[in-house]
């Protein structure tokens, strides 16, 4: 079983930055895919970016350019590098864990409040 702790949050100004760090219980480099998600009021969660254990990298739009998505598999640990932050990427953030075929799993952490002032 895979638990996720996200962390990283925060009040920041448009245009700053933050980092988020995602921190997996269990190995996650049994999962197949492992993500970045975010739900703002009112909204349903969306994707915001996905890495695959080959290391392939996806991106929702709204967020190329600004957001970099990274995994350290020795430290079980996904980070999303957030730069030029703008008061729509207010969101809460949740870290996702997929593993798709073999003994497959779908792990959300509890999410983590990044709030974008203007």
């Known amino acids: 079983q895979v638990q996720l702790v996200e962390s990283g949050g925060g009040l920041v100004q448009a245009g700053g930055s933050l980092r988020l760090s995602c921190a997996a219980s269990?190995?996650?480099?049994?999962?197949?895919?492992m993500g970045w998600y975010r739900q703002a009021p009112g909204k349903q969660r969306e994707l915001v970016a996905t890495?695959?254990?080959?290391?392939?990298?996806n991106y929702a739009d709204s967020v190329k350019g600004r957001f970099t998505i990274s995994r350290d598999n020795a430290k079980n640990t996904v980070y999303l590098q957030m730069n030029s932050l703008k008061p729509e990427d207010t969101a809460v953030y949740y870290c996702?864990?997929?593993?798709?075929?073999?003994?497959?799993?779908?792990?959300w952490g509890q999410g983590t409040q990044v709030t974008v002032s203007s």
């Open positions: 269990g190995n996650i480099f049994s999962a197949d895919i």
């Open positions: 996702n864990a997929r593993r798709l075929v073999t003994a497959p799993y779908d792990y």
């Open positions: 890495i695959t254990r080959g290391g392939r990298l």
